[in-house]
């Protein structure tokens, strides 16, 4: 099973991903396959939408106050929200060059499940708590440029219709 990234504009990243209702081989091949395209790609986050599995499911691996953090989770949950941390540039593989600010909570508690099974729950400050939130953005349909302001995303334009031809080359 080889999965490829697909980029902006591809009819899988605006959908609503399905809950994931059991753990079998090929799920855990997905999320190994997922692991893959991202440090290929030198990423640090990676949603299951954006290698055209609409499935809620994604990975990240990102240093945390000097931490290495390698985390996925199934079915994730953002049950608490704090904080505001408004200035900071966020990029997306699947919207490869662009980075622009976005608004997210600084810190929240996240539930989900974990590739044995295991319900989890996890508090998450920072760059991780960024990282998760836009992951989770990816299982409901919504890129980082979808929070931008119209006139900014109206700027982006010409870049983003050469981003969304992407997905006919490969
Ligand atoms: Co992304």
């Known amino acids: ?5 697909i980029y902006y504009g591809h009819d899988t990243l605006k959908k609503v991903a399905r ?17 893959n395209v991202m440090y290929r790609a ?7 939408p954006q290698v ?15 931490k ?18 408004e200035s900071y540039e966020e990029g997306c593989l699947s919207v490869p060059g662009i980075s622009k600010e976005v608004v997210r909570s600084v810190e929240i ?3 989900g499940v974990n590739r044995d099974g295991k319900e989890v729950e996890l508090e998450a400050g920072g760059m991780l708590a960024r990282v998760i939130q836009h992951e989770i953005d990816h299982l409901n ?4 440029v979808d929070h931008l302001e119209d006139y900014m995303r109206k700027e982006l334009r ?9 997905n006919r080359l490969s």
């Not at 994931?20 to 999320?31: A, F, K, P, S, T």
């Not at 609409?54 to 106050?65: G, P, T, V």
């Not at 349909?141 to 980082?144: A, K, M, P």
């Open 158 to 166: 010409p870049e983003l219709k050469k981003i969304k031809k992407m």
């Open 42 to 48: 030198k990423g640090i986050g990676l949603a299951a």
């Open 109 to 111: 508690l996240l539930s």
């Open 19 to 35: 809950e994931i209702m059991n753990i079998d081989g090929e799920l855990l091949q997905l999320i190994d396959s997922m692991y």
């Open 1 to 5: 099973m080889v999965h490829e990234l």
């Open 141 to 144: 349909g919504i890129l980082f």
């Open 68 to 85: 290495q953090i390698t985390l996925e989770m199934l079915n994730p949950v953002i049950k608490e929200f704090s904080g505001k941390w």
């Open 52 to 66: 055209d599995v609409s499935k809620r499911l994604f990975i990240l691996d990102i240093e945390n106050d000097n």
